[in-house]
């Protein structure tokens, strides 16, 4: 499972339709009433991609090998009783929300010297409503301020989170929604192997430039791309390999 975010600022929030547009313009499918990476040729792809990298934005993308949680149970979280349906999209949500955040207090810090709410747009998928997500992090930052967190390595940075802020929506109708798909299918193409047994991990190595880097380490791997669980690179083939070393080597 790929989860991808694109980070703005506030006063782009508009300018985004005018990128979508531009974007399908640049490739040519005025048909198209929204942007939708999947079902373009190879050739537009890379198009797509080479715009994105050059909007002001940046991207976190978190990659999950779900194969290896075949038959694995949680037992404090069935406990917990909290978001039964979307648990693995809600988890898998605030690895990405936990650097988006981190990044988002950095730069509200360093730009306007005070912490300023984030808005999160979450686009609309089978099985997951907008109460699911708010109750799960309404949980975690109840668990968060009792010191209570089962995992408390890291956590959304609280004070720019407004759950009251958190939006769900057809990715047809948010232009910033289209370009996080943008991400998310890239780096979806770069680990998963088409029919022909290939992996295509070029679309995913021209977004570089808008894959954050973390202000702390200046790394991107890790922050802006998040692999879960930690990868270890024997047990991955080269191939698929390919697109974590990129970002590794910076």
Same mark, same amino acid.
């Given at each position: 499972?790929?989860?991808?975010?694109?980070?703005?600022?506030?006063?782009?929030?508009?300018?985004?339709?005018?990128?979508?547009?531009?974007?399908?313009?640049?490739?040519?499918?005025?048909?198209?009433?929204?942007?939708?990476?999947?079902?373009?040729?190879? /050739?537009?792809?890379?198009?797509?991609?080479?715009?994105?990298?050059?909007?002001?934005?940046?991207?976190?993308?978190?990659?999950?090998?779900?194969?290896?949680?075949?038959?694995?149970?949680?037992?404090?979280?069935?406990?917990?009783?909290?978001?039964?349906?979307?648990?693995?999209?809600?988890?898998?949500?605030?690895?990405?929300?936990?650097?988006?955040?981190?990044?988002?207090?950095?730069?509200?810090?360093? /730009?306007?010297?005070?912490?300023?709410?984030?808005?999160?747009?979450?686009?609309?998928?089978?099985?997951?409503?907008?109460? /699911?997500?708010?109750?799960?992090?309404?949980?975690?930052?109840?668990?968060?301020?009792?010191?209570?967190?089962?995992?408390?390595?890291?956590?959304?940075?609280?004070?720019?989170?407004?759950?009251?802020?958190?939006?769900?929506?057809?990715?047809?109708?948010?232009?910033?929604?289209?370009?996080?798909?943008?991400?998310?299918?890239?780096?979806?193409?770069?680990?998963?192997?088409?029919?022909?047994?290939?992996?295509?991990?070029?679309?995913?190595?021209?977004?570089?430039?808008?894959?954050?880097?973390?202000?702390?380490?200046?790394?991107?791997?890790?922050?802006?791309?998040?692999?879960?669980?930690?990868?270890?690179?024997?047990?991955?083939?080269? /191939?698929?390999?390919?697109?974590?070393?990129?970002?590794?080597?910076?």
């Amino acid at each position: 499972m790929v989860m991808s975010a694109v980070v703005v600022r506030a006063e782009n929030e508009t300018t985004t339709v005018k990128w979508a547009k531009d974007i399908i313009r640049d490739i040519d499918q005025h048909q198209m009433t929204h942007l939708h990476f999947s079902k373009l040729r190879e /050739d537009k792809k890379s198009i797509v991609c080479n715009a994105v990298a050059n909007l002001p934005l940046r991207s976190f993308t978190v990659l999950s090998h779900k194969k290896n949680m075949k038959n694995h149970r949680n037992l404090a979280a069935e406990k917990a009783r909290v978001n039964r349906t979307a648990w693995f999209f809600c988890w898998m949500s605030r690895l990405l929300l936990e650097r988006v955040t981190a990044y988002c207090e950095y730069r509200s810090m360093n /730009d306007y010297q005070e912490l300023r709410k984030v808005r999160i747009e979450f686009s609309e998928r089978g099985g997951v409503n907008i109460d /699911d997500i708010k109750a799960y992090y309404r949980y975690l930052s109840q668990q968060s301020e009792l010191n209570m967190l089962y995992l408390d390595l890291y956590q959304p940075a609280w004070p720019v989170v407004d759950i009251d802020q958190f939006f769900i929506y057809p990715n047809r109708m948010r232009a910033g929604l289209q370009l996080a798909d943008a991400v998310s299918s890239s780096f979806y193409h770069a680990v998963e192997r088409t029919n022909e047994g290939l992996v295509r991990p070029q679309f995913a190595k021209l977004l570089h430039k808008t894959v954050c880097i973390n202000p702390k380490t200046a790394l991107r791997y890790g922050f802006g791309l998040k692999v879960m669980p930690t990868w270890i690179p024997s047990r991955l083939p080269p /191939d698929q390999a390919d697109i974590l070393n990129h970002y590794l080597d910076g």
